[in-house]
């Protein structure tokens, strides 16, 4: 309805968005990238009240470099490239790799890919700001595909629980922070084993647990694995 004094409208009580889902997050996502979009929303007057958001700095990452390894990922071909591992001691160390990518994944933190690696004979996941360019595609080899990658097919059950050294209180308040079911103080999720770990660290899961460590500081912890 149109508010005179606002000189715009108002949703009323029976009013059902269309193009979003309605949930909190997605406003919140809206001032997170409202810089950002700052042109294309320009018609947009949110009226921000003080928000601030803490971005981590950038990582470079190689715009020729993702393009191959996109085209790779979609045609299945192989891709020759660079990459700086933490494991090399230096760059002659380490020389051009023959990978095979499947999918690119944004873990929460930084982008990687998963790929089939010539050199260990198997799926790895590299991150993308580590790779030094040109990335070269190789249509030569045997195509070894997602299908292939067992880690990533099979999946594992994981049951969160707040941690029960904390108090009844603390645990309905985590629970309710972590988006769990307040009856159970639970929430179980199914992932991708080779994404495990991955959501793990996005959630702030203490796992392995540590039973010397303050319970304050593990919040969040595995229940059950199914598996794994």
């Known amino acids: 309805m149109y508010d005179r004094s606002l000189k715009g409208y108002k949703p009323t009580a029976r009013f059902r968005p269309k193009f979003c889902e309605g949930h909190a997050h997605e ?16 018609f947009l007057s949110l009226k921000l009240g003080a928000t601030q958001v803490l971005d981590v700095p ?13 085209q790779a990922a979609r ?9 700086d591992s933490l494991s090399s001691e230096s ?5 051009s790799r023959l990978l095979q990518p499947h999918t690119l994944v944004f873990n929460g933190f930084r982008w990687h890919v998963r790929a089939w690696c010539e ?3 198997g799926f790895r996941d590299f991150v993308i700001s580590r790779f030094r360019g040109p990335a070269v595609m190789d249509d030569t080899r045997p195509k ?3 299908e292939q ?13 707040p941690n029960p050294r904390l108090t009844e209180r603390q645990q309905q308040v985590i629970a309710k922070d972590n988006g769990m079911d307040l009856a159970t103080l639970s929430l179980t ?14 959630m702030d899961v203490a796992h392995p647990y540590n039973p010397d460590l303050d319970a304050f500081y593990q919040q969040v912890v595995v229940k059950e694995l199914a598996g794994a």
Do not use: F, M
């Not at 990658?149 to 629980?161: F, G, H, P, Q």
């Open 149 to 161: 990658d067992t880690e990533w097919n099979d999946t594992v059950s994981c049951t969160l629980i």
């Open 119 to 121: 050199k260990n004979q």
């Open 144 to 146: 070894v595909g997602k």
């Open 189 to 202: 999720i199914e992932v991708p084993k080779a994404l495990l770990l991955y959501y793990l660290k996005r």
């Open 27 to 42: 406003y919140l996502q809206l001032l997170d990238r409202h810089d950002d979009l700052g042109g294309v929303l320009s």
């Open 75 to 83: 045609d299945g071909q192989a891709v020759e490239v660079h990459y």
């Open 91 to 95: 760059l002659e160390d380490d020389p």
């Open 58 to 70: 950038s990582r470079h990452v190689d715009p020729q470099v993702v393009r191959t390894l996109v």
